[in-house]
């Protein structure tokens, strides 16, 4: 028997609507959820800068907001020993007349009640303070001396100008017993002073990553020939970390019995010349040539280092650097010796 064409095309629509039936729906494709990253604050915040002293690099909560305070300090035996240079960030020996020395020692971080005996203003000084851009208090000096403090920005505080904070040690006789009140020159700020001051040095972030102590070579001491009348001797304390002062063979002790010391002994080999000027006894006035070049040494963490110093102007800082590359110290006190090259050496051991 023959079907007709519409039993034909029923049939195939009954075959198809079966197979669909059987096969059903296709399953969908498998998916994978990944989730977004998410940013953490404490890996895309920058890390945080350690705050520092800016004369010592050491670290600590907030930073004084106070200008550098720079004081003339004598050194003569007569002078000895002295009051607060234990408590000074920076201290500079210079040479002066006779071959004695004097110290310009510059408070920030710490602030002493008192400083003995404070003496007078000297050529090279201006040079030393400029790049603070701070206040030097002083008993007084020729004035010229006191024209070129002013000129190189420095405010001066002067004794014999009548300035607050200056008194009389009685238990001394003059001019080595000038006293000086810190405080009380830091109370007369004229407001134009950088406050806090500039970086002078470069600083480590830790003592056992300064320069010296890294590229170094082993010290126990270094004694520094300033003249006939003055060796500067530093030895290398491991327990306290810091290098002692004598004065020759002699401890250099503070008036309260505490040697003084440094973290950093930095030399400078410097070329010092006689001005035209002349002291009360007829002596001619040196002057230290600080705006210049030459060579150096840094002591630190008991170890010493060969160096090259430059200051490009009365207004910039000294640059300490070995084949170009900064020089950091360790952090802490600095002592910098400005040694005359006709007239001065220096030797480790």
């Not at 000027?277 to 060969?306: F, K, M, N």
């Amino acid at each position: 028997m023959t079907l007709s064409r519409p039993a034909t095309l029923a049939g195939a629509f009954l075959v198809v609507a079966l197979l669909a039936a059987c096969s059903g729906d296709p399953e969908p494709a498998p998916t994978t959820t990944v989730a977004a990253p998410v940013a953490s604050a404490e890996k895309s915040a920058p890390p945080a800068v350690p705050v520092v002293w800016p004369l010592t690099g050491v670290r600590t909560e907030e930073v004084a907001e106070r200008p550098a305070l720079a004081v003339k300090i004598e050194n003569s035996p007569e002078a000895r020993p002295q009051t607060g240079l234990e408590d000074a960030d920076t201290v500079w020996e210079e040479v002066v007349e006779g071959g004695i020395t004097r110290y310009v020692a510059v408070y920030h971080s710490s602030i002493p009640d008192v400083v003995e005996p404070v003496r007078s203003v000297r050529p090279m000084d201006p040079a030393i303070v400029a790049p603070l851009d701070g206040i030097l208090a002083y008993s007084g000096a020729q004035q010229p001396f006191i024209a070129a403090v002013g000129d190189a920005g420095v405010q001066s505080v002067i004794m014999d100008a009548g300035d607050a904070g200056f008194s009389r040690d009685p238990n001394r006789y003059a001019p080595h017993n000038v006293v000086g009140d810190p405080e009380a020159f830091l109370a007369q700020d004229d407001g134009e002073r950088t406050s806090p001051p500039p970086q002078q040095f470069a600083f480590a972030a830790a003592a056992d990553r300064a320069t010296a102590v890294v590229d170094g070579t082993k010290a126990r001491g270094v004694d520094v020939v300033m003249s006939a009348a003055q060796t500067s001797a530093w030895a290398w304390d491991k327990k306290s970390g810091t290098w002692q002062r004598s004065e020759g063979e002699s401890p250099s002790m503070s008036a309260s019995g505490v040697q003084h010391a440094a973290e950093n002994v930095v030399v400078l080999e410097v070329e010092v010349v006689n001005t035209s000027y002349r002291d009360p006894s007829g002596a001619p006035v040196p002057e230290t040539q600080l705006v210049g070049s030459g060579q150096g040494l840094v002591a630190t963490g008991g170890r010493t280092l060969a160096v090259e110093w430059s200051k490009e102007s009365v207004q910039d800082p000294v640059v300490l650097t070995v084949d170009g590359a900064v020089v950091e110290l360790a952090p802490g006190r600095t002592w910098v010796e400005l040694m005359p090259s006709a007239t001065g050496s220096w030797s480790t051991s």
